[in-house]
């Protein structure tokens, strides 16, 4: 049976997905003959931790031996309409009660479409930013092991330090700081709700490992041991 939540790899200072659209990753699904049981692998962390980047590497370095498609939080997004944005992305903080329905709804059919994958032989790699800072618990955690539980499924998270993620996020427009100044509070929200609580079946430091080497270490865990979602 699979442990449940926190992150341990990491990642050379300024890797970036080596496609030049997020949203166009969604729908890649490498067709190749299945040779073992579909697996979910939920990537969870803070936005520009490398979560895409390492789900891009994973599909890459594993469609040799099964089918993969990618989803998780862009996918989403990318069917949110303008006026409920972030929707599914909300940060932490509570900021926002009018859309936290609409972010427990989203996570579901998330999960639900995941499970219709691994139903049809399908492995998926999901990245995720799973918090449960809200103005009231939506224990998304639960959601996932309610509607995936019994699945094949390796949770990992991922971890990137502050210095990176001010790099990345000046690098793609994303609030910064610059590093004389205090890390704004919305950035420290998010990297202390994104792993609270949580047991992760493996965890990584993109700080310090690269986008390919991260999704060597996730595939030698998946072949060395089956993780069924309890």
């Not at 790099?167 to 704004?184: A, F, H, I, K, N």
């Amino acid at each position: 049976s699979s442990s449940m939540f926190d992150s341990g790899t990491t990642n050379r200072p300024g890797f970036r997905t080596k496609t030049s659209s997020r949203s166009a990753m969604i729908s890649h699904l490498h067709r190749r003959g299945s040779m073992s049981d579909p697996v979910a692998i939920v990537i969870n962390g803070v936005p520009r931790s490398g979560k895409t980047s390492l789900a891009v590497e994973i599909v890459a370095a594993g469609s040799g031996d099964d089918d993969w498609v990618i989803a998780g939080v862009d996918s989403v997004m990318a069917q949110t309409p303008d006026h409920l944005q972030p929707g599914i992305g909300l940060r932490p903080g509570g900021e926002r009660p009018d859309l936290e329905p609409l972010v427990l709804r989203s996570y579901q059919l998330l999960f639900r479409n995941i499970a219709d994958y691994l139903t049809a032989g399908v492995s998926v790699v999901a990245d995720v930013g799973i918090h449960d800072d809200y103005s009231q618990p939506l224990d998304i955690v639960g959601e996932m092991q309610s509607r995936l539980g019994g699945r094949n499924v390796l949770f990992v998270g991922l971890h990137c330090s502050l210095d990176i993620l001010r790099e990345r996020r000046e690098q793609s427009g994303y609030l910064t700081w610059d590093p004389e100044e205090q890390v704004p509070d919305p950035v420290l929200r998010w990297q202390h709700a994104v792993h609270l609580g949580k047991k992760y079946d493996l965890e990584l430091d993109t700080s310090a490992m690269s986008a390919s080497d991260c999704a060597a270490v996730v595939l030698a865990h998946r072949r060395s041991a089956g993780h069924e979602l309890g």
